[in-house]
């Protein structure tokens, strides 16, 4: 083998395990945020769960008062879509399932004559929607990997704003929701109006006994409730997106890791199947010369 095809072979298998470092490194990385976020999920499901039997005993006390926040429209004009994606890549399929989920359900409302002001969380989304065609009303971006109240809260005072006004009939949410470490799914929701929870039996609300009554009146109440369901639906999203991320990055990364594995073996049989073709090449040429000195003599 020619020298500089050899040298070309030692950076390349040097380049691998150099990659491989970073991917290792950023799967231990991912793999130490899992247990953190389902953590903060576990942390959020008894005030999501309390906001969400409120809701249900209210609504069943007086369904005409709650109609209206509870209700699905029978015609929708204008709807707002929030996507949710992560601010970083090297993710598998994690960000472009969510943004293709989001395109899709874009494209069945405009075709339907529904107009649509898109927002989403995550850089990803930005360039993936400008890419097609899509106009984005508003992205935000820095809370995907750690989010905070404050952060569900900001965007569901932006989302809700055409809603209150009346400029919008409807808030969709599409999202991976975080079902267990090894099942996530990207699913769509409706935000606004507040869709009556499926809670499991544990998470049901008790059977009211007696005589209820509800201060101020059930609108009235679901009025000022229905602000704090927002940001509890949207809090709740964020953090099963931020786990769907990291368990989907450990995956990738480790994935890759292994595939740097694979590659470098390969690349070392390679150069050292070459390198012994070389050193018989040359140890022929040797015994070659010595042979044709032997037969000058």
Do not use: W
Not at 226 to 234: C, D, R
Not at 268 to 288: H, K, L, P
């Amino acid at each position: 083998m020619a020298g500089g095809q050899e040298r070309i072979l030692r950076r390349r298998i040097k380049s691998v395990q150099s990659t491989r470092k970073i991917t290792k490194a950023m799967e231990l990385i991912a793999a130490s945020q899992i247990s953190r976020s389902q953590a903060r999920i576990i942390a959020n499901r008894p005030y999501r769960n309390g906001m969400r039997r409120i809701i249900v005993e209210a609504a069943k006390a007086d369904p005409a008062g709650a109609a209206k926040l509870l209700a699905t429209p029978e015609h929708v004009d204008c709807a707002i879509v929030l996507v949710l994606t992560g601010d970083r890549g090297l993710s598998g399929a994690y960000n472009s399932s969510a943004m293709r989920a989001g395109e899709r359900l874009v494209r069945k409302l405009e075709d339907d004559g529904t107009s649509v002001r898109l927002f989403s969380v995550g850089k990803k989304a930005g360039a993936f929607y400008r890419f097609r065609g899509i106009d984005l009303a508003e992205g935000f971006v820095g809370m995907s990997d750690r989010p905070t109240f404050e952060d569900a809260r900001r965007i569901a005072a932006t989302v809700a704003a055409p809603f209150v006004s009346g400029e919008a009939q409807q808030v969709l949410l599409v999202s991976t929701r975080f079902l267990s470490s090894a099942t996530q799914s990207v699913e769509v929701e409706q935000l606004l109006p507040l869709a009556m929870p499926d809670l499991v039996d544990e998470e049901a609300p008790k059977v009211l006994k007696g005589y209820t009554e509800f201060e101020p009146e059930v609108a009235q109440l679901l009025t000022t409730l229905a602000p704090k369901a927002l940001e509890s639906e949207i809090f709740s999203a964020l953090l099963e997106g931020a786990a769907s991320f990291h368990i989907s990055q450990q995956r990738a990364m480790a994935a890759a890791t292994d595939n740097a594995d694979e590659l470098g073996q390969n690349l070392s049989r390679v150069m050292n199947r070459a390198r012994q073709d070389s050193i018989t090449t040359e140890i022929m040429e040797i015994v070659g010369g010595a042979e044709a000195l032997r037969s000058g003599k």
